[in-house]
């Protein structure tokens, strides 16, 4: 059904209040050097306020046939859906860091899955130059990390990539985020970025027994105008940010033309999407004249309250390019391979990378007193390569589209390697002054087995060392001759 048709009537059409909303008489100041309303709760209706409206919030699925087709209609229409998603997902990772280090379902499974839902549906019409996924899901309901649920009408990340920039950098102390998240919107390929919510129940909801409690409510970003919101922010320190940081969000005034809309009964093989936040670089320079494209949302009583809901959400950040021609509209992307099995080659590799372990075998039986640090330098080499190894392997880093996917493991990689240098230089600075032995090796100086140990890793990072000095020179020379 066309979004545009006169709205259906459904029996599971809401009369509720909704939480959280302010009263349309409260003013804040939305330029983009505007200080952020942390005073507004005063002007917000409660629960025994005779005012507080009453809203229909429709049900949406009088709207949408539940298949991908019409759901990605819905989705360019409203900003928001319900997809039909079968995920494979067995275990729901909340911890970010093992998700970072060690992956997960999240980062193996889900990711993909959710890449390809973007990809070849919600976004098919355009060139996708990125998808970003955390390694872990926001996951609310007992036993979960987050217990409580969002019930409060909010926009989690403003309407300016300032704002979104800020609430990176409320909760990472480094700074690197908010700067890695510029340095991608600034590629000349991109043209805009999306923030888009995958909401989902995970609590064993079936179509004979679906989630009831609880469920989300969105609103109609279309229907909603600047003035309309209100900037505001959460105190980080308050929820794992940093201290004396207060995050960009957005928070609703009451108005009558406002549509809302929710999915009832949910079932776990269907995923509620839509919009947090959408940037173009076209977009207007002033705050006050942006559009609003991401949808306000808040969780909704209804009358059934029982069980407690089990669900997760993740936001996944998108890097879009141009429309795409009409020769590539009929191109599917396919997600890329599991980790296992390995292919020949890995397997191969990996045999290649342990063959440190000769270096220590040949330590042991060898003998090299005149070198009395060999021991420490072949163990420490050794290890270093075999770690480095191991890595690649688990994480498959051969593979062209890994580098991207694991980014964490390839940075570990990379910090190894600069120890594997460092060690080689320590190994040239023992074995370089001592090349006589390997023509004359003796218990009673330093045997073959050691001797090699030490020489092979030395001389081939001494020639790294000098393809690297060579690389340089030729890139400055080009450069100089380019200006």
Partial sequence: MSMDEEDPSSPKDLHINIPGLIRPEFTSDNRQEANKATNHTQ??????????????VIDARAYQEIAEESATSMFNQKGFCLFPHRTKVKHWNEDYIQGMICGSDITSIYAPELEGIIRNHLLAQYNIISVDSPPAILRRGPGSKNSFYGSGVHQDFGITLE??????????????????????????????????????????????????????????????????????????????????????????????????????????????????????????????????RGCFHTAIDTPDEIPPRQSTECRVTVFIGKNKEDDELAKQWTPPPPLYPKTKEEWGWLMLDLGSIGMIFAAVWSVCPSIPSYLSFIYSFAIVSMIVGLIKFHYSLRREDRLKRHSFANCNVQMLGLAQLALGIWGMALVFPNLEYLGNPSPDTCELGPLLAMFIPSIIIALVIVGLIGFGVYSFIVSKRRG
């Fill in 163 to 292: 704002d979104y920039k800020n609430n990176i950098d409320a909760y990472d102390r480094s700074g690197q985020g908010s700067k890695a998240c510029q340095k991608k919107f600034d590629n000349k390929e991109v043209e805009g970025m999306m923030i888009i919510n995958f909401w989902r129940s995970v609590g064993g909801y079936t179509q004979t027994n679906p989630l009831l409690n609880k469920p989300l409510a969105v609103c109609d970003p279309s229907s909603v105008k600047n003035s309309d919101t209100v900037h505001t922010g959460l105190d980080a320190h308050l929820y794992g940010g940093v201290k004396g940081k207060i995050t960009d969000q957005m928070a609703l005034k009451y108005n009558p033309v406002h549509q809302w809309y929710y999915y009832p009964e949910m079932n776990d093989d269907e995923v509620l999407v839509f919009k947090q936040f959408e940037i173009w670089k076209d977009d207007p320079e002033q705050r006050e004249e942006m559009p609003i």
């Fill in 43 to 56: 002007y917000e209706y409660t629960k025994d306020d005779e005012d507080n409206p009453i809203i229909k």
